[in-house]
């Protein structure tokens, strides 16, 4: 039975390292050859912009350094003005050339297997929000544009989060009841209008009085978390935090 097992576990690895021979795992920024436990070469790591320091403890903006000699709980400028609908945001690093290219790999190319990369920082990321979360929901896409996509990359990094930290995942509570217009290329109050009342909550019971982890892949102007924040609170859930891969470094609202 043992050596059966040695056997199976031998002839795997040389059947992967015939594969490697044969397609070699490449980076998905530049195309470099890596080995298969890498998930970039180190070039390309050393360009992304992690999001790091002090940061408002609502949006997550990086703040100035001299914002951690304060014990207050540190808000940026426009926290400070006015409350969003949403409670907290966390992002891993900038939505830029470098990481929009990864992600839209990940969204658009099958390249599923990223996630692996993307969750582990996003478990850094979000550290200081899972100790309250009660339940993780992805945002949601509407039917059309799943069935043309085939998956939903925000559903595929909830559903790994969730089990990461032990919390339940659901996939059927927030919906979108219409399709939308893409995002991308719209300004502030046009994206604010092409997502309202776009999302709603079905089983409403399962939020009601908790406290929702919303995962998406990025945060633009943030409109898209907001509706459905605005939406899963209308339903009796207590906070709504949004933890994503990337967020922009302009269109703050
Ligand atoms: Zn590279
Ligand atoms: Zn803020």
Not at 71 to 89: G, S
Request: charged share 25%; hydrophobic share 40%.
């Amino acid at each position: 039975m043992r050596n059966t097992s040695k056997l199976t576990a031998f002839f795997k690895k040389q059947i992967l390292n015939l594969i490697d021979f044969l397609f070699p795992p490449q980076c998905p920024y530049c195309d470099a050859v890596i080995q298969r436990s890498q998930i970039m070469c180190d070039t390309c790591f050393h360009k992304i912009h992690f999001i790091t320091g002090p940061i408002c403890a609502r949006c997550g903006w990086p703040l100035p350094i001299t914002a951690v000699e304060s014990d207050e709980k540190m808000l940026c400028a426009k926290c400070l003005k006015k409350r969003k609908k949403y409670d907290k945001a966390r992002a891993v690093f900038f939505y830029d050339t470098f990481s929009r290219f990864a992600i839209l790999k990940f969204k658009n190319a099958d390249r599923t297997d990223l996630r692996r990369f993307f969750v582990h920082y996003m478990l850094q990321a979000g550290q200081d929000l899972f100790e309250k979360t009660d339940i993780v929901l992805p945002v949601p896409m509407y039917w059309t544009r799943k069935a043309k996509r085939k998956y939903n990359q925000a559903a595929i990094l909830a559903e790994e989060i969730a089990r990461k930290i032990h919390k339940p995942y659901a996939a059927n509570i927030l919906v979108k009841v219409r399709n939308t217009h893409s995002q991308e290329n719209k300004s502030g109050l046009e994206r604010i209008k092409n997502v309202r009342n776009a999302f709603d909550v079905k089983h409403k019971e399962q939020i009601f009085g908790k406290i929702i982890l919303l995962i998406d892949d990025v945060l633009t102007t943030g409109s898209t978390a907001q509706a459905c924040a605005k939406a899963l609170k209308k339903n009796g859930a207590k906070a709504v935090y949004v933890l994503t891969i990337a967020r922009s470094r302009h269109n703050r609202y």
